[in-house]
Structures are given as C-alpha cells and as structure tokens.
C-alpha cells in the first residue's frame, strides 16, 4: 500500500511564504512524475507544477516565478515553494504521484490535501 502525507500548510499574509511537503511511503518500487495541485472555492482542481524524476519542471502560468518545485528522491518526498503568496492562491493543495510498486502495479495516487490561505 502507498500512502502520501502533506504537510507545510496554514494561513499567510499576501505576501508571505510558505513550503509544502509530501512524503511517499509503503510498497514503492519507483515514482515517477510527482506534482502540486490545487482546488480553491468554487474552483475545478488545477495542475500548479509537476517534476519528473529526473527534475524536468512545468507550472501553471499564475505561479511562475513565484512557486518552485523541487524534489528529494532520496526520501520520496516532493516540496512546493511558495513565495509572494497572493489572496488567489488560496486553495487546498494536493500532492500527486505517479508510482509503480512492488507488485508492478502503476497508479496516480493523490495525498489528503493541506489547506492554504492568504489573506490578511
């Protein structure tokens, strides 16, 4: 079984920062592309940035030069660097994983969410 744990978010002025994090655990063979979604009030659930295993990086438009994403293969975990954080990034934030496990089995698994508001 794969489990992904989110942690880093909370509540930051306009203007502020914050870092995510998202560690992988269980049955993992190999992880793939791993990314940052988001879903804010009344809003469908969008691709913020994504990093393939060998660090190759895209991110939507309204992020770029503000969010970087990074990972540690090492440890399975992925980060997402937020800086100038702006009211319309709030959202909750979800971690995703393409992995193949031990029983050869590939699938996109998407962590529990963490909460990020800015507003003063």
């Known amino acids: 079984q794969v489990q992904l744990v989110e942690s880093g978010g909370g509540l930051v002025q306009p203007g502020g920062s914050l870092r995510l994090s998202c560690a992988a655990s269980?049955?993992?063979?190999?992880?793939?592309?791993m990314g940052w979604y988001r879903q804010g009030p009344g809003k469908q659930r969008e691709l913020v940035a994504r990093?393939?295993?060998?660090?190759?990086?895209n991110y939507v438009d309204s992020v770029k030069g503000r969010f970087t994403i990074s990972r540690d293969n090492a440890k399975n975990t992925v980060y997402l660097q937020m800086n100038s954080l702006e009211p319309e990034d709030t959202a909750v934030y979800y971690c995703?994983?393409?992995?193949?496990?031990?029983?050869?089995?590939?699938?996109?698994?998407w962590g529990q969410g963490t909460q990020v508001t800015v507003s003063s």
């Open positions: 995703n994983a393409n992995i193949r496990d031990y029983s050869n089995n590939f699938s996109s698994y």
């Open positions: 269980g049955t993992i063979s190999s992880i793939y592309t």
């Open positions: 990093i393939t295993r060998d660090g190759l990086t």
